[in-house]
């Protein structure tokens, strides 16, 4: 298999993944992952599921040494009303055993509800529902620590430009004309802003609360995509002073808004609902037919920490979508309980450790 065929296949199954893409297992195999590289075919050898598989061994105080855990990020991919997906999900739990691995995570897209259920353009997916108490009878469980976002929001690149402008909330698009009047310009960043981008990122990441990897880490990532034309970095400026930013990933028919970044500097000009106005024209040239603005609120209330989150990105005209989250399967149950209770611990103290180093690289 190599990276043409994979991202073929993958492209052609439902809601295909940048997670899943070749790329991403070559990037995660730099940083201490294992790959591997699953296909479900019909009679006739046509792909009705694919699985990107990543394995890596850790070190686990408490538990005594080096554990393989194993990760299956956004997938595996494909129609989960499809009876595939018992093979499927068989195949995963004996490839977990064959590894000798104490669990398997996988955070498929299985779309549960669009909206949330005080609204009124709530719409939940009971078959979808049916498909989770299946997949929970079968040996998997919902997990109580996602990785990535549990819910998103999805803006629908279908309509025209000016049909896209009236979707949205009416301080939304004031906003953005603020914005233009104020002189804000977007421009495509190149490679030699990355080092630029990362510091803008980290400025972001410290005022905001948030925690972020070490450079090196995000600026491999952002030349892995880059490279393979999977990337489009955009940057507000105003008077020549960069503001603002963001990465606008894209696969297939597809575009996700995963990294923004910005500075206090000139904030009053908007420049972020233009650089998202830019980001949705952009996908459209890219004949990307869906926005994944990337993350929204667990709990769809003003306590929520995601909530002004929510309110930006509801502006934009995105429509909630909620998922089920990670599911686990347990190998070992006793390890896997253990884990559970450790891991939490040891990211608390990675995190505090991490700010602090965030801080210094500011102050350098």
């Avoid at 109580?144 to 999805?154: E, L, V």
Wanted: charged share 25%; net charge neutral.
């Amino acid at each position: 298999m190599n990276k043409q065929e994979w991202n073929q296949i993958i492209g052609d199954l439902p809601q295909p993944s940048l997670l899943q893409t070749w790329e991403w297992g070559e990037l995660k195999s730099r940083y201490g992952w294992d790959v591997d590289h699953r296909v479900w075919r019909d009679e006739s050898g046509k792909p009705l599921a694919a699985a990107l598989l990543l394995s890596r061994v850790q070190s686990i105080p408490l538990v005594g040494g080096s554990l393989k855990i194993l990760y299956c990020p956004k997938g595996p991919l494909l129609d989960w009303s499809n009876p595939i997906r018992t093979q499927v999900l068989q195949d995963l739990q004996q490839y977990t055993q064959d590894q000798r691995a104490i669990y398997l995570k996988m955070d498929p897209e299985l779309v549960i509800a669009k909206g949330f259920e005080e609204a009124a353009s709530y719409e939940p997916d009971l078959r979808a529902a049916n498909i989770v108490r299946r997949i929970e009878k079968s040996g998997w469980e919902i997990s109580n620590q996602q990785i990535q976002f549990k819910n998103t929001f999805w803006i629908d690149l279908n309509p025209s430009e000016e049909q896209l402008l009236v979707n949205m909330k009416q301080k939304t698009r004031y906003n953005i004309r603020l914005a233009e009047k104020k002189g804000v310009q977007v421009r495509q960043a190149g490679l030699d802003d990355m080092e630029m981008i990362y510091a803008m990122y980290a400025e972001t990441a410290l005022r905001d609360g948030f925690i972020i990897r070490p450079k090196g880490y995000y600026l491999d990532v952002w030349r892995t995509f880059m490279d393979a034309g999977m990337a489009s970095p955009l940057l507000a400026e105003v008077d020549g002073d960069t503001v603002a930013g963001l990465f606008l990933f894209h696969f297939g028919s597809r575009s996700w808004y995963i990294y923004g970044m910005s500075r206090d500097l000139h904030r009053e000009k908007m420049p972020n609902y233009l650089l998202q106005w830019a980001a949705i024209k952009r996908s459209k040239q890219l004949g990307c037919d869906t926005y994944d603005l990337w993350g929204a609120p667990d709990e769809f209330n003003e306590a929520d920490r995601m909530w002004g989150v929510y309110k930006f990105k509801e502006g934009l005209g995105g429509k909630v979508v909620q998922t089920t989250g990670a599911f686990d399967y347990p190998a070992s149950r006793f390890k896997y309980t253990i884990v559970q209770n450790v891991l939490p611990r040891i990211q608390a103290v990675t995190r505090s450790m991490r700010r602090k180093q965030i801080q210094n690289e500011l102050s350098e």
